[in-house]
């Protein structure tokens, strides 16, 4: 189980350049729990770059029951922001600071699309982003990492540590990284944002090395309004330190 106890925090705010991409976040209009419209979309687009990002990747959720999503919704939807940047802002928001991937949940529609050889939407390269249930661990969770491994994909786990699930077993985790899979943390979660329990994960992963990536999970203005004040804490200094992939992307 994960200590109580918590290390002092730095008095610093995360500096975001450090990063340079964000590679989780929900910014296309009126597809999921993200944006609403193309307004609200420019607005956090804007406070993304202000906050120090030179790259954001947003990745809508494909859920099949609830975000039937595909490369033609999401399309649809990023290419109406681009035509929608004002004039004087294409110079630092265009097809090379903004582009879309996509956060798969894993289910049996993920199997089909990879029985099918449809290609799904990537952070970068073969890289695509994760998704399970926050409910409980899916049955045959590491057979269906092997089958995208299998063809050709390398998955980085949305927010392992908001899977509570984990927190009375943490060696899980080392479990789930021995398949291959990389580990993405919200920055949020090392703020307490989603509970102290969610906090004390992230903390865990960050010292004990296992993070790849850091990424906002942005939804909405109260996300972005947390992200302006989010302390530097030790374990996000950890983390950072040790040298994430964000900058590679």
Same mark, same amino acid.
């Given at each position: 189980m994960f200590?109580?106890?918590?290390?002092k925090s730095s008095a610093l705010t995360f500096p975001y350049y450090l990063l340079k991409t964000d590679m989780h976040s929900h910014l296309i209009p009126a597809v999921d729990d993200g944006s609403r419209d193309e307004g609200e979309s420019l607005a956090l687009i804007r406070g993304m770059m202000e906050l120090g990002f030179e790259k954001l990747i947003t990745t809508p959720h494909v859920m099949q029951d609830m975000y039937p999503?595909?490369?033609?919704?999401?399309?649809?939807?990023?290419d109406e922001i681009i035509r929608n940047i004002p004039a004087g802002e294409k110079e630092k928001i265009n097809? *090379? *600071?903004?582009?879309? #991937?996509?956060?798969?949940f894993l289910d049996d529609h993920v199997l089909t699309l990879m029985e099918n050889n449809e290609p799904l939407m *990537?952070?970068?390269?073969?890289? !695509?982003?994760?998704?399970?249930?926050?409910?409980?661990?899916p049955l045959g969770l590491k057979e269906m990492i092997f089958d995208l491994q299998i063809k050709g994909y390398q998955p980085i786990l949305a927010h392992p540590e908001r899977y509570t699930f984990y927190h009375?077993?943490?060696?899980?985790?080392?479990?789930?990284k021995d398949t291959g899979v990389l580990f993405q943390s919200n920055l949020l979660s090392f703020s307490g944002y989603y509970g102290?329990? !969610?906090? $004390?994960?992230?903390?865990?992963?960050? $010292?004990?090395?296992?993070?790849?990536?850091?990424?906002?999970?942005l939804h909405h203005e109260r996300h972005l309004a947390h992200l302006q004040e989010l302390p530097? *804490? $030790?374990?996000?200094?950890?983390?950072?330190?040790? #040298?994430?992939? $964000?900058s590679t992307l």
């Open positions: 200590s109580i106890f918590k290390k999503n595909n490369p033609q919704t999401i399309g649809m939807g990023y097809t *090379t *600071t903004l582009r879309t #991937g996509a956060e798969y *990537t952070i970068k390269d073969k890289m !695509v982003l994760v998704e399970i249930s926050f409910a409980s661990p009375r077993t943490p060696s899980t985790y080392r479990d789930l102290g329990s !969610v906090k $004390n994960a992230a903390e865990f992963l960050a $010292n004990e090395n296992l993070l790849d990536l850091l990424g906002t999970d530097f *804490t $030790n374990a996000l200094q950890k983390a950072v330190g040790k #040298g994430l992939m $964000n």
